[in-house]
């Protein structure tokens, strides 16, 4: 079916002038260019208000009149619209679209419209694009809503004008004084106006309509490349709408196609916490797993192969929720089936006739398979389906050697890919299926296959999966998944299982492994081999804790390789590569394989595995401090550590003694444990913001300990009395004094507490006289200043009482001078001449009661005002007055 029918351009008549119209703006008409001289006449004008205005009548006569000026609009713009007339356009659309309903003969010219806004838009000015924006995004919206006119022609117009967004080709004819808008503009006008969730909502409008569903699947295919389209198609419930038609009858195909495709989009460009529970539903389900099983059985051309593994990722991303309904649906033991037909016999007739071959599509279904049997089985629900399944049966069909299959020659790759998968998924499987486990003899089978892949032989796996990384050239990835396999098996505590592998010999095996990749320890490899080493010593913990037999076991060929360990540089501890990890479990393994066994301690102690461990402690590192702490407490109760301990030094003369306090010091700083310059501690002391009621508490707890000893042996004491029984001189004697001394310091307690409140009494007191005296001194402080005011204002008002102020300061001021001058002393006067005021000053006053311009500036008849500063005009100035048989006189103050 074709995208868009190109129709050839009709020819637009020459128009040799400009009529005039009543728009206010006349309406250029795109036509084409024959002759240089003809370009300015190109256009011609086409009022849109007019044809806008005869669409509003309702009258049926003018039908013929409306449908001819539609033709006429068409023909002027053949090559596309000019964005400044979209809004006026799409209102002639719209009143196209009510006229359909009742005019059918409407469809026709609204098709043409909407097929000429699949041809590029155009723009006056670059501005265009921007000022334009809000009526594009509205008329491209206005395409969606179009969809719900119950016309096949319209609709699929629309689908195809749409998918024309996404194909812009450049317009065949060059409009003078117009440019092609930018290829990108549209889609984003489509996004910005919200077309895709119009879109989503008319897949329900064409269920019935084959081939107008394709093409509305056609355009969600177009749209859902944009994150915000499928953000806006997920909100529109656009994945559980389209998954649920999945399996809808379609000869051609491309339902399944289409539909695959716009839900692949969503999944990977929106929220899978938004889409999967869209998805996670039984009709959606239903349709997954019919076209899955189609796919399945009946399909074998390339496509169909790529198609159904497709399908069977999405199922895979749906089973991870919780809440889809696998099982209910029948999706799961279908799975499983299909899972396992290869490997077990099975006689169901979905699977009778079925073979794969070792095509890729095929191969990549096998993992596939392998995968969602992991996640299905998070589900208890599912252990019943994966027992009737043969599951682990199954997957153990590849825990051995390589061979040539009987059923399906997978190749040498697929092969050891596979058979990574299936032993990864035995990690996660076998632990819920322990019956089956062990009906299947699964811990011969794992040691068996162990046992070969420590073998150094012929062959070399290709190491090109991810489950195969760091094992290229020898059997490295089959081991860490096998041990894997087996850390699962043994940390399930499962005796059954623990005892079974004891006496398959597993501790000397897995010893004996461990010396080997000691042995081959290569550069290239060392992260894989770290990781074995690791496991193997965390196999060994689990196996030997609280088994003093297993200890026995693990003996000193297993201590040996744990002071191996332990003797690594401690350098590398920093390379990342894996060295930390390995020195935990190897702690771990001292705790479970050689504390608690006599034999096993002593060679430990022979060996200096506690200088070892001291070593280790002295470097400092939090992460391994309480480990090695622990395990030095538990080694003490052995008589001959001790002297290990005492006997240990460090770099610079460091003893075990000076080590472990450091660490203790440390440990306060850390915790925040003050202390004083002697290194006392003084948490108890200098605490900020207690009240005397929190110090008398603090008393308390600071001998809280001590309380509790003298309360538990004060119990003792009555439960003796009570009991009437006679202690002998010694116990008597070491009782009453144990009873004297805590008694002693419950009144120390008291003694120290009644001295706080008496402190705090006497403090009050000091505060409450400091308030007083404050008080006082304020209150002194005022009559002070009364009495100087008062004293001052006598002096102004009782000229007395100014003589008399005189006169003292006079005095004042003799009694401080020199009774003999110096000799060659310069004498300055202290008084200003003609100088009149009732307070003490300096050389200059400036007086503000007199204008300066009446009396010729201030201080003028003062001597300092001629000797200093003679400006005319400026502040000081003297004026001359002329008087009439009268002295001259200085101008008072």
Same mark, same amino acid.
């Given at each position: ?28 008409? !795109? ?45 002027? @713009? ?20 009510? /006229?359909? #309903? ?28 921007? *000022? ?9 919206? !206005? ?13 699929? +117009? ?32 489509? #996004? ?80 899978? %916490? ?85 095509? @890729? ?30 599951? =682990? ?61 420590? $073998? &150094? ?33 043994? @940390? ?36 894989? =081999? ?14 030997? &804790?609280? !088994? ?57 102690? &022979? /060996? ?19 480990? =090695?702490?622990?395990?030095?407490? %538990? ?33 306060? /700083? &850390? ?21 005397? #009621? ?16 003298? #309360?538990?042996?004060?119990? =003792? !004491?009555?439960?003796? /009395? ?20 805590? %008694? ?21 007191? +000091? ?27 006598? $002096? ?30 310069? @004498? ?21 009661? *007199? ?43």
């Amino acid at each position: 079916m074709s995208t868009v029918e190109a129709l050839p351009p009709a020819d637009a008549p020459e128009a040799r002038g400009r009529a005039k119209s009543s728009s206010p703006r006349a309406m250029p008409v !795109f036509g084409s260019v024959h002759r240089a001289e003809d370009r300015q006449s190109i256009f011609k004008p086409m009022d849109l208000n007019l044809i806008i205005k005869l669409l509003e009548e309702d009258d049926l006569d003018s039908e013929e009149k409306q449908l001819n000026c539609i033709k006429k609009l068409v023909r002027c @713009y053949q090559n596309g619209f000019p964005l400044r007339d979209l809004s006026q356009i799409f209102k002639i659309l719209s009143l196209c679209a009510e /006229k359909i #309903e009742k005019q059918p003969s409407f469809v026709d010219p609204a098709s043409d419209i909407i097929k000429l806004c699949g041809l590029p838009f155009f723009k006056k000015k670059v501005s265009d694009e921007i *000022t334009y924006t809000e009526d594009t995004a509205n008329s491209i919206a !206005f395409l969606g809503k179009l969809m719900e006119i119950p016309s096949s022609k319209l609709r699929i +117009q629309i689908c195809k004008c749409i998918v024309d967004f996404y194909h812009v080709e450049p317009s065949k004819k060059h409009i003078p004084g117009y440019q092609q808008v930018s290829s990108s503009y549209k889609i984003k006008m489509a #996004e910005v106006g919200e077309l895709a969730t119009s879109m989503v909502q008319s897949v329900l409008l064409t269920e019935i309509q084959l081939v107008e569903k394709l093409w509305v699947l056609k355009v969600l295919q177009h749209l859902s490349t944009s994150d915000v389209n499928c953000t806006l198609m997920v909100k529109a419930q656009a994945a559980s709408r389209i998954c649920a038609h999945l399996n809808d009858p379609d000869p051609s195909g491309q339902l399944l196609f289409r539909s695959s495709d716009v839900l692949w989009n969503l999944l990977e460009k929106s929220s899978k %916490e938004e889409i999967v529970p869209q998805l996670s539903n039984l009709e959606c389900l239903l349709a997954l797993k019919d076209v899955f099983k189609n796919l399945f059985m009946r399909g074998h051309s390339h496509y169909d192969r790529q198609l159904r593994n497709d399908i069977l990722v999405m199922t895979t991303i749906i089973a991870q929720n919780p809440g889809a309904p696998m099982i209910e649906c029948g999706f799961t033991r279908d799975l499983i089936l299909f899972a396992t037909f290869n490997e077990v016999k099975s006689q169901n007739p979905l699977v009778k006739s079925l073979k794969l071959s070792n095509a @890729y599509e095929d191969f990549e279904l096998k993992k596939l398979l392998f995968n969602i049997i992991v996640i299905l089985c998070k589900d208890l629900t599912t252990v019943q389906l994966l027992i009737d399944g043969k599951v =682990i049966l199954a997957l153990f069909s590849y825990v051995k050697k390589a061979e040539k299959l009987k059923i399906v020659e997978w190749s040498a790759a697929q092969y050891e890919e596979l058979q990574l998968h299936a032993i990864a998924a035995l990690s996660s499987v076998a632990p819920l299926l322990i019956d089956d486990y062990m009906s299947c003899r699964g811990n011969a089978r794992v040691l068996a296959f162990l046992q070969w892949c420590d $073998r &150094e032989d012929s062959f070399f796996i290709h190491g090109n999966s991810f489950h195969g990384t760091g094992g290229r050239g020898n059997k490295f990835a089959q081991m860490r998944y096998t041990l894997r396999l087996l850390r699962a098996m043994v @940390y399930l505590e499962d005796e059954m299982v623990n005892t079974d592998l004891c006496e398959q010999g597993v501790i000397h095996q897995l010893i004996g492994i461990f010396k080997n990749m000691i042995n081959r320890l290569d550069e290239k490899e060392e992260a894989i =081999i770290l990781e074995i080493q690791s496991d193997i010593l965390l196999i060994l913990s689990g196996l030997c &804790e609280n !088994f003093i037999k297993r200890k026995e076991m693990f003996g000193a060929e297993g201590v040996d390789i744990i002071l191996h360990v332990m003797k690594t540089d401690h350098k590398k501890l920093q390379s990342g590569l894996g060295y930390n990890v390995l020195l935990f479990s190897t702690l771990d393994c001292i705790w479970c394989c050689v504390l608690g066994c006599y034999s096993s301690e002593d060679y430990f102690l &022979e /060996k200096e595995g506690i200088f070892l461990l001291l070593d280790i402690l002295a470097l400092d590192q939090k992460k391994f401090c309480n480990l =090695i702490l622990g395990i030095m407490v %538990e080694f003490c109760d052995n008589p001959k550590t001790s002297a290990h301990v005492n006997a240990w030094q460090g770099k610079k003369g460091l003893t075990a003694a000076s080590l472990l306090i450091k660490l203790w010091r440390k440990e306060e /700083k &850390e915790l925040g444990v003050k202390r004083d310059k002697n290194g006392m501690i003084v948490g108890f002391e200098n605490l900020p913001g207690l009240s005397a #009621e929190d110090f008398v508490t603090l008393c308390i707890i600071h001998r809280y300990l001590d309380f509790k000893v003298g #309360e538990i042996w004060n119990e =003792i !004491f009555e439960e003796i /009395k009570l009991e009437k029984l006679k202690l002998v001189d010694s116990d008597e004697d070491s009782l009453n004094f144990i009873i004297a001394a805590s %008694e002693n310091v419950g009144k120390m307690v008291v003694s120290l507490q009644s001295e706080m409140i008496e402190n705090q009494a006497r403090q009050d007191v +000091q505060n409450e006289q400091r308030a007083y005296a404050k008080i006082q001194a304020t209150h002194k402080q005022r009559d002070l200043a009364n009495k100087s005011w008062e004293y001052f204002m006598a $002096r102004t008002s009782n000229p007395k009482t100014l003589k008399k102020a005189k006169r003292l300061q006079e005095k004042a001021i003799e009694s401080s001078r020199y009774i003999e001058c110096p000799q060659n002393a310069i @004498y300055h006067r202290t008084v200003i001449k003609g100088l009149n005021t009732t307070v003490p000053s300096g050389q200059v006053v400036t007086v503000e009661s *007199t204008p300066a311009r009446l009396l010729g500036g201030h201080l003028a008849d003062t001597d300092i005002a001629l000797k200093t500063l003679p400006i005319r005009g400026g502040a000081l100035q003297k004026v001359k007055m002329k008087t009439l048989n009268e002295p001259k006189k200085g101008i008072p103050i």
